[in-house]
């Protein structure tokens, strides 16, 4: 008992706590359409492309920056993929052709995203800028070179194909929900089990020392923002598969959603804590509260409100927990 509740009193145990309280009071509200199979499907098919996009929010966070290109990073990766399959392969092709055209537009979405990763990196790095600001920046000149591409209309007319990978399914679980467990294992254990992850979380809690350790601060920022462009391009892709299209401005709402459930995860804004479970947790709550909000007919305006106070909020408390949990630890 006293194991569960010292649990409970740590961020992810509250996390836990919000997310079963979330679905209760959903389910309660609209219990024959919350609860129906149809919703509950639904659901694990629309998070994992902003929950994907919050991993990459995450693992920026960690060194005490942040990525605010990852909508613009995935746009363009899925415009550059969506192009390859409705110019090269076309809409008329099956079979091994289709799956091959398929998975070298995914190779090449997930490249130009690392690509992308490595410039945020190279101007926050090298050139000394804020990441906010460059990522910003950025994510503005990714935007252009989409809208560039395309001349701002949707890209359409793939093969059958891609359809597979944001709406299929292997033995009744959405493809997209296994692709978001499998991406949230790998960046859990690279940042928890690798020497790259704990070089990351060093950085983030004290960059002095992490320089005294004679950690390459420079690579170590290049190849975080490389991971969380490449993360983005995945999200694109998801994207791309379900909608069936490719456009500059999708998912416009992501940025501010995928930086809430990061913060709202337990990742401190300022670097060396978080834990992907607590993003797992934040994840589930979002699209819980999302989808119950949807249901109840609240304007799309109206959500981004509540999503907007409710970010603050978090900070502002996790800020105080965070400070308190770094006082027991120089204590310690």
Known sequence: MNTLLSRLKTPEGRLAVIAVLVFVLMASLSPERFLSAANLTSMAFQFPEFAILALAV???????????????????????????????????????????????????????????????????????????????????????????????????????????????????????????????????FIVRRTAFGLKLVMFGANPLAARFAAVDVNRLLLKVYMLSGALAAISGLLVMSRANSAKADYGSSYLLLSILIAVLGGVNPYGGYGKVVGVVLAVLSMQFLSSGLNMLQVSNFARELIWGVLLIFVMLVNSQQVAALFARRRMS
């Open 58 to 188: 995450t693992v920026t966070m960690l060194t005490g920056g942040i990525d605010l290109s990852v909508v613009g990073v995935s746009n363009m990766s899925a415009v550059v993929a969506a192009l390859i399959l409705a110019n090269v392969a076309g809409p008329e092709l099956a079979g091994s052709g289709a799956v091959m055209w398929l998975l070298l537009s995914m190779v090449v979405a997930i490249a130009i995203g690392a690509a992308a990763g490595l410039f945020n990196g190279a101007l926050v790095a090298f050139i000394g800028m804020p990441p906010i600001l460059a990522t910003l920046g950025s994510g503005l000149i990714f935007t252009g070179i989409a809208v560039a591409i395309t001349g701002g209309s949707a890209v359409m007319g793939f093969p059958t194909a891609a359809a597979w990978l944001g709406n299929g399914k292997v033995f009744s679980v959405p493809v997209p929900l296994i692709l978001f467990a499998v991406l949230a294992l790998a960046v859990a």
